[in-house]
């Protein structure tokens, strides 16, 4: 082993035992409800009552296996790749579109289909996209002033982006990816007047998009009253209420659930947080969120640590995009959002979801490892210099120029 491979081995930090401990912790929890909801859909389904908790046992430790692998890359290294990564993201995203190559669900083409998995690009799309916005705020920091030079190159990239998803069509994952680039622009140092510009541009962009898809309509009138079509637009969110009505404080227990049994359709995937609310009660409901919390919040203090701009802007943009599908899942199945297909992270029952969720954990643990920008703690945890012979210190007051630049995150923390 070459010296630079010892040295780039010594510095390698253990993962984050919080971080890690709640990313175990939920999918542990998923494996308990998973095995709950599923059993009497395998056995109608597939005559085999295993069959879906057997698959979610088989994507949990690929998940985990690409988290810790990703984990030990250098952060850097994504700086460096983060352009082929995000045209890698985009030209899968085409593809899929491409009758022949991508496989159609339930009117919508997202998913390749291989080797009896089905996979989603989205999900590498996302990352891509993180990347490639903090790679070049972090690197052209300059540029941010001018609205030619600073936004629009980035907007372009999420306009192509969210046009590919729109296509699909994938209106969730189109709005996850919009709010996660916009707090890191935020936070990377984008003008609020540009930010005001791009939201009175984006808004009546997003009323165009539901009003003129009668399918996006049609979900808008069920939020605003689903008992208008109770048997039919409607009936899923009914359902979905009646489970989370029914739990009550403490829930009716595990297994015990009614509304799994052929009433709420999806129940072990986008609405899985009903089932937990009628089988765990609003206890359980809470202590989950509990989890998410400290996940959430541990993720957001990674990025206030980074003095680093590409580092720290990698962290938010994860986390940012792991809270947003949390809120847009929990949201759409109590009623407080427009019904949409959004897995709860970690614990709803899906592949694709589970290996994106785990590449961006993946990301923030190589943040995190690598050590590359938590100066804050290197230096707390660093042991002094001793002073040199004759009184004299080595330690050097850092010129303003090294001195890190005050951003958006600090001043909401």
């Not at 542990?28 to 009552?49: G, I, K, N, Q, W």
Request: hydrophobic share 50%; with cysteine; aromatic share 10%.
């Amino acid at each position: 082993m070459s010296r630079a491979m010892k040295k780039t081995g010594d510095r390698l930090l253990p993962p984050d035992g919080v971080l890690l401990g709640c990313v175990l912790a939920l999918l542990s929890f998923s494996v308990l409800m998973v095995y709950s909801t599923s059993v009497s859909v395998a056995e109608v389904r597939y005559h085999d009552p295993l069959r879906i908790i057997s698959h979610w046992l088989f994507y949990i430790p690929v998940g985990l296996c690409i988290m810790w692998g990703l984990s030990r890359i250098d952060v850097n290294w994504w700086r460096a790749v983060s352009l082929p990564v995000l045209g890698l993201g985009l030209a899968l995203m085409v593809a899929v579109l491409i009758p022949g190559l991508g496989r159609e669900i339930n009117g919508a083409q997202r998913w390749f289909s291989m080797f009896g998995l089905t996979l989603q690009p989205v999900e590498l799309l996302k990352p891509a996209v993180i990347v490639y916005m903090a790679y070049y705020m972090g690197s052209f920091p300059e540029r941010l002033q001018q609205f030619s030079s600073g936004l629009a190159p980035m907007l372009v990239v999420l306009a192509i982006s969210l046009g590919l998803l729109l296509l699909q069509p994938d209106f969730g994952s189109a709005v996850l990816l919009s709010a996660a680039c916009f707090c890191m622009w935020f936070v990377g140092g984008v003008p609020i007047r540009h930010l005001a510009l791009m939201i009175a541009t984006f808004i009546p962009l997003g009323a165009m998009a539901v009003i003129f898809e009668p399918y996006r309509m049609q979900r808008m009138v069920t939020f605003l009253d689903p008992w208008q079509d109770q048997y039919g637009s409607g009936y899923q969110l009914i359902q979905s209420e009646i489970a989370f009505g029914s739990g009550g404080l403490f829930g009716a227990g595990i297994g015990q659930g009614v509304q799994k049994l052929f009433y709420l359709p999806e129940v072990f995937t986008d609405f899985i947080s009903a089932s937990i609310g009628e089988e765990l009660g609003m206890v359980g409901m809470l202590l989950m969120l509990t989890v998410f919390a400290v996940l959430l919040s541990r993720g957001i203090w990674m990025a206030i640590i980074q003095e680093d701009m590409f580092a720290r802007l990698i962290v938010l943009g994860c986390m940012m995009s792991i809270g947003v599908a949390l809120l847009i899942n929990l949201g759409a199945a109590m009623g407080m959002l427009p019904t949409k297909g959004m897995p709860l992270p970690f614990v709803s029952y899906g592949g694709s979801a589970l290996i994106g969720e785990c590449m961006l954990i993946g990301l923030v643990l190589s943040v995190q490892r690598h050590g590359s920008g938590n100066v804050r703690l290197q230096k707390r945890a660093a042991p002094r210099e001793k002073p040199l012979a004759g009184g004299k210190d080595r330690a050097r007051t850092a010129t303003p120029a090294q001195q890190p630049e005050h951003d958006g995150l600090e001043h909401l923390f």
